[in-house]
């Protein structure tokens, strides 16, 4: 007889009894708290995902010829689910991460959850693990989907199988502790081109980024901003974050043709900078005018929207604007305000779990 779902989590050392579980909400930083359970979905190349179910988080089972550790054929997304003060639960924008997702697959030639099963399964591994959504005000649940051939294929070629799989983990700061950032341009190593992949998110683009964080961060920086890799003139974006450049009520961030990753809270925020009465241009962004900006921030599911403190080139550092009454603050508190449910949804961005 198959053993029961408890039976098997509590043999994972997870056990689902409802309880509070023993975190310390206010310590939170952003790493991984095993839960209770994630959500699994398959189906073969040539066909259509149909029926996924909930299994115990746990360590999964892949081969070794799998598309995705011998090619790099995944996509990963990340969005995250709030509790209200009411003890509801919603969820940002998660129609958009499964539009991103299709377009990803199509890209690396995988078939996808259509927009429905993507929000079911974000719900269904929400909704599974309630228990760990932390109280309201103290941080969110982020919520990771992943797409990858699972499959083996010794050639180069497309999976024959695929896996859909959904995991969570409550998360409080992205950088714990720092109110602001301090980048460096990194002048060696680019993370995307013209016709590459920077546009979707695979799980190729992000281990290309962690050699200039690493130097980066072992040089006292929070993150690295890269420049494009034609001219080396314009910016790109940093390795988990969108950027933003601000001078006077102009707000300018690149354009998501082809680099840049059309990040779900980049648009959010050009949305939210318009209704507020900002100017917002989505065009190529030099080096040199971000250099001379009054402010400058980053925007991010993990970062949500944070002030950059300095930017250094070429041992120069030049420093922003960060202290109360920025731009960055009125639109981060407008976004987060609508996430916690403290101001109006007025854009029908939040969908109740
Ligand atoms: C996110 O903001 O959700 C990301 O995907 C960045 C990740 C590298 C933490």
């Known amino acids: 007889m198959a053993p029961s779902l408890n039976s098997t989590l509590e043999a994972n050392g997870n056990s689902n009894d409802g309880k509070s579980p023993d975190v310390n909400w206010e310590e939170m930083g952003f790493s991984l708290t095993p839960t ?35 090619y790099g054929q995944g996509l990963f997304e990340g969005l995250k689910a709030y509790r209200k003060e009411d003890g509801r639960i919603l969820l940002f924008r998660p129609e958009q991460n499964a539009l991103r997702m299709k377009a990803g697959a199509e890209r690396l030639c995988m078939p996808s959850p259509s927009i429905e099963q993507f929000v079911d399964a974000v719900k269904q591994a929400v909704l599974a693990n309630e228990r760990w959504v932390p109280p309201f005000g103290k941080g969110s649940m982020y919520v990771r989907p992943l797409l990858m051939g699972s499959g083996a294929s010794l050639g180069l070629g497309p999976a024959p199988e695929y896996t859909f799989l959904v995991y969570v983990s409550p998360v409080g700061s992205y950088h714990k502790g720092q ?37 980066a961060k072992a040089q006292g920086f929070s ?71 009054d402010e400058v921030f980053c925007t991010g599911t993990a970062v949500v929207v944070t002030s950059i403190g300095s930017v250094t080139h070429q041992g120069r550092r030049v420093e922003y604007k960060t202290q109360a009454d920025t731009v960055c603050q009125k639109l981060r508190e407008t976004l987060t305000g609508i996430q916690m449910g403290g101001l109006e949804d007025t854009m029908g961005w939040m969908v109740e779990v």
Request: net charge negative; aromatic share 6%; charged share 20%.
């Open 36 to 70: 209770d359970y994630m959500y699994v979905m398959k189906c073969s190349i040539g066909d259509n995902f149909s029926q996924g179910s909930l299994i115990p988080f746990g360590n999964i089972e892949l081969s070794p010829c799998s598309g995705i550790l011998n």
């Open 179 to 215: 109110r602001s950032l301090n980048l460096v341009v990194e002048e060696k190593q680019h993370r995307a081109s013209p016709g590459g992949t920077g546009g979707i998110k695979t799980v190729a683009n992000y281990s290309p980024v962690l050699d200039a964080l690493t130097r």
């Open 223 to 293: 993150e690295v901003l890269f420049l494009d890799a034609t001219t080396g003139k314009y910016i790109d974006e940093g390795s988990a974050c969108n950027i933003f450049s601000v001078k006077g009520n102009s707000i300018s961030t690149p354009p998501t043709h082809g680099t840049i990753l059309p990040g779900i809270t980049r648009k959010s925020i050009i949305e939210i900078a318009r209704k507020l009465g900002y100017q917002v241009e989505e065009r190529p962004v030099a080096l040199d005018e971000l250099l001379d900006a």
